[in-house]
């Protein structure tokens, strides 16, 4: 069976995490400040704070930048229906546009018909590893003076060539930036997340936010040589990493240029060899960014059945999953969103709709070797009409 994905986990995570839990100190701690240090390094960024999840950084993200009950956030369906939610549990509205196909990234020229003088930020998504159009995202945002928050939680070490060469995605080019280290992201702690920004009054926010809103940490009182009381002057929550999983974290980091490096091999030989095969087209990747290839997502043609290609491949022992889906079409029961034209979602959120429906993700995972590879290209161009 070849798998849709896989995380690259080895020795080294196993001993840093068993080093941890022998040092008697195993929640948020030394280990996660000094992965923080090294992940603001990794992408340029003057803070890094890690968290529980990607979901929980951008819920935090979107508090810091002011989202408050009856506001709108204008963002993505096409997404994880996390990145609605996060939305949703600051008592906004996620207001949706749609996305281009082949990059399966927001379009910037969408925007304008979905700001209101309810917008308070903007909530751009790096799809699946793949860099979102932010030179155009942000001058749209400037001129209307609203924050944006990027949900990267897929594009750890993709790049973005903003004007001064390429950079990585967290440094961050917007205001603050949310990854994920899901074991389906590029690189994970089982579940766990990262907030990025140059703003140290937001990084102080997420500081407290985290840790139930309390003035000191815990960290501190333990290692104070005189008595601290703490008090809790703002609504928190817990959404803390613990130092076993940064230490994972920091052995995984090490191996992300690596990591990067074989995805990008992997998707310039999908590219090479199912370039004009029949029934599908190609993701694109812009000439002004690299994508880490997080997934690697074809858009069948009209007349192929996606659900019947995907029991074809199965069947052949290959592992797929369908186009990333569309919180519009999922809604949690009674949550509202909205969109330029609601009354006609189908035709204003079409392409979003279209690669759900047409997408097919295809297996890649840095140990995949050339032979399980050769193996997707001639099953997949087999089972294709
Ligand atoms: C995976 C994912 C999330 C959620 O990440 P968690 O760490 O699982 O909370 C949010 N947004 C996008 C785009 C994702 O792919």
């Not at 003088?117 to 909530?123: C, F, G, Q």
């Not at 070797?369 to 089972?383: G, M, R």
């Amino acid at each position: 069976m070849i798998p849709i994905a896989k995380p690259l986990l080895g020795r080294e995570e196993v001993e840093a995490a068993s080093r941890v839990i022998l040092s008697g100190w195993v929640t948020q701690g030394p280990m996660v400040a000094q992965f923080e240090r090294e992940f603001a390094a990794c992408v340029g960024a003057c803070h890094a704070k890690a968290v529980s999840s990607c979901t929980a950084a951008l819920h935090m993200a979107l508090l810091a930048v002011g989202v408050s009950p009856g506001d709108e956030v204008i963002t993505v369906s096409h997404s994880f229906i996390a990145t609605a939610n996060a939305v949703r549990y600051c008592g906004a509205v996620p207001v949706f546009v749609d996305v281009q196909p082949r990059t399966f990234n927001m379009d910037p020229l969408r925007l304008a018909e979905a700001c209101t003088s309810k917008t308070r930020a903007i909530l751009c998504v790096h799809q699946i590893g793949m860099p979102c159009d932010l030179k155009a995202i942000l001058a749209f945002a400037r001129e209307k003076s609203l924050p944006v928050v990027e949900d990267a939680a897929c594009a750890l070490g993709s790049e973005i060539d903003m004007g001064n060469g390429f950079e990585r995605i967290g440094k961050p080019h917007g205001d603050i930036a949310c990854f994920s280290f899901h074991p389906r992201k590029v690189i994970t702690t089982g579940d766990g997340g990262m907030l990025t920004t140059n703003n140290a009054a937001y990084d102080e926010q997420f500081a407290h936010l985290r840790q139930h809103g309390m003035s000191v940490s815990d960290q501190v009182r333990h290692g104070a040589s005189s008595v601290i009381f703490e008090s809790y002057p703002e609504l928190g929550y817990n959404y803390r990493l613990t130092d076993i999983q940064a230490s994972i974290g920091i052995e995984q980091l090490k191996r992300l240029s690596g990591i990067v490096a074989d995805r990008r091999k992997l998707a310039a030989k999908y590219n090479a060899e199912l370039a004009g095969t029949a029934g599908i087209t190609l993701p694109l990747e812009p000439s002004w960014c690299r994508s880490n290839w997080q997934s690697y997502c074809v858009t069948l043609d009209d007349g192929v059945d996606q659900r019947q290609v995907m029991q074809a491949l199965l069947d052949l022992g290959i592992s797929t999953r369908r186009g990333v889906m569309c919180a519009h079409r999922e809604a949690p029961a009674g949550q509202a969103w909205t969109c330029a034209r609601p009354e006609d979602a189908a035709s204003c959120l079409r392409w979003s709709e279209h690669s759900q429906d047409k997408g097919l993700i295809l297996p890649l995972y840095p140990q995949m070797t050339e032979s399980e590879q050769d193996q997707v290209i001639a099953a997949l161009k087999n089972v294709l009409p």
